[in-house]
């Protein structure tokens, strides 16, 4: 079985998480990158696909460690219980 659209919402989350312990907006980080805020909103809802290097440059931006990410990114893919990957106003 391949990756199935689900599954880029997994990595759309982690990386949502990842930009809320930098505590930057969407708007911010899109700035930081030079793209629009589309760009990011699309990933984070996993509506565009993002290869490993542009997760990478992502990663960088939010000055976080990008093995933290893949792992979030692990625990989702393996069902982690809600809270475990942190995404601010989340229940």
């Known amino acids: 079985m391949w990756v199935q659209p689900r599954e880029y919402k997994y990595v759309g989350d982690a990386l949502a998480a990842a930009r809320d312990r930098a505590g ?48 979030d990114i692990i625990e989702l893919r393996a069902g982690a219980k809600p809270g475990k990957v942190k995404r601010r106003g989340s229940t």
Do not use: N
């Not at 969407?26 to 993002?50: D, N, T, W």
């Open 24 to 71: 930057l907006t969407q708007a911010q980080l899109a700035r930081l990158l030079r793209k629009p805020q589309s760009f990011v909103s699309s990933y984070e809802r996993g509506q565009r696909r993002i290869d490993v290097l542009e997760l990478l440059r992502i990663v960088e931006a939010l000055r976080d460690d990008p093995r933290k990410v893949f792992i």
